[in-house]
Nanobody
């Protein structure tokens, strides 16, 4: 199993930045693809982006492309989500998740493909 713990959420004004971290423990984090998702009140969980187990070029949802950056460090068992130019519509609970490294890129945007989830961290962007 993999245990994931997110941190770094908080309240920020529109235009500001936050950096979320995802600390992994248990099985080797480097064996898993990593995804970042978010869920706003009354809405379904949606993908923010994901990165393969080897750390190739991340995929980003159109709504965050150019503003958010996903990275991972398999030596430190850490993942991160750098969020810049935040907007009120980015307000949500953010989750990191892990999936088997063989996950097809065409399926990486679906929450159901991820086996392990963190507890989530709240991000609130005020206007």
């Amino acid at each position: 199993q993999v245990q994931l713990v997110e941190s770094g959420g908080g309240l920020v004004q529109a235009g500001g930045s936050l950096r979320l971290s995802c600390a992994a423990s248990g099985r080797t984090f480097g064996s898993y693809a990593m995804g970042w998702f978010r869920q706003a009140p009354g809405k379904e969980r949606e993908v923010v982006g994901h990165i393969t187990w080897i750390g190739g070029s991340p995929y980003y949802a159109e709504s965050v492309k150019g503003r958010f950056t996903i990275a991972r460090d398999n030596v430190k068992n850490m993942g991160s989500l750098q969020m810049n130019s935040l907007k009120p519509e980015d307000t949500a609970v953010y989750y990191c998740a892990a999936a088997p490294r063989g996950l097809s890129p065409s399926l990486s945007a679906y929450p159901s493909q991820y086996n392990y989830w963190g507890q989530g961290t709240q991000v609130t962007v005020s206007s």
